[in-house]
């Protein structure tokens, strides 16, 4: 089945830097990789998406590569901001398919420094 | 206003005491899951639901049932509680199958004493 690695598990950056998570998953037929961001005591929301006919898309600050070879994909945050300290989940899925399921890395919590 | 109802938000029960976490949404998704957030463990599923009278055991379902006899609802029961089973659970769905966004619902914070 699948699998989903995601490094790091922490990650402290100066306010306005960027931020980058990076995350691998082993099932070459995945094709849908979210990015989900889970502040503290509310509920995880999705930030990004990516299906795997694309290999990259932005959304202002915010942006995902895919490497459809090396199976890995990664979040990218520039210019971070105070309300950008979450914890942000990756995942990927297959999808159409009678066992599908979604699979979640475990998490980078991110803080931003003043 | 399209969204995931769950509840209760706060639970605290005894070993062995049936309970049932219930999840409701708006939105007519065929798809619907349930998760348990534990430190350092991220988002595990226990079941889900591709759509009425379907469901499918998820990566950790030891322990938990579910129902789907409308699209709408999809509760989760816990037959008798153990200890290992305090988490924080969250409800999902999404219009249908797991490649499209997810939504979830407000969680609910169990405890098992």
């Known amino acids: 089945g699948e699998n989903v690695e995601q490094h790091p598990s922490t990650l402290s950056v100066q306010e306005g830097d960027s931020a980058v998570i990076k995350c691998t998953y082993s099932d070459s037929a995945s094709n849908y990789f979210p990015w989900y961001k889970q502040e503290l005591g509310k509920r995880p929301q999705l930030i990004i998406d990516i299906r795997s006919n694309v290999g990259e898309k932005k959304d202002q600050r915010i942006a995902v590569t895919l490497n459809k070879t090396a199976k890995h994909f990664s979040l990218h945050i520039t210019e971070t901001q105070p309300e950008d300290s979450a914890v942000y989940f990756c995942a990927a899925s297959i999808g159409w398919n009678r066992d599908d399921k979604i699979i979640f890395g475990k998490g980078t919590r991110l803080h931003i420094l003043p | 206003e399209a969204q995931v109802t769950q509840n209760p938000r706060y639970l605290i029960t005894v070993t062995g005491k049936k309970l049932t976490v219930t999840c409701s949404q708006n939105?007519?998704?065929?798809?619907m899951s349930w998760y348990r957030q534990d430190p350092g463990l991220g988002l595990r599923q226990i079941y889900y639901s591709m759509n009425v009278e379907v469901t499918d055991k998820g990566d950790v379902p030891e322990g938990y049932k579910v129902s789907r006899k409308e699209k709408r609802n999809f509760p989760l029961i816990l037959e008798s509680p153990s200890p290992n089973q305090t988490s924080l659970y969250f409800c999902a769905s999404s219009i249908r199958v797991t490649n499209e966004k997810l939504f979830f619902g407000s969680g609910t914070q169990l405890s098992v004493l």
């Open positions: 939105m007519n998704h065929e798809y």
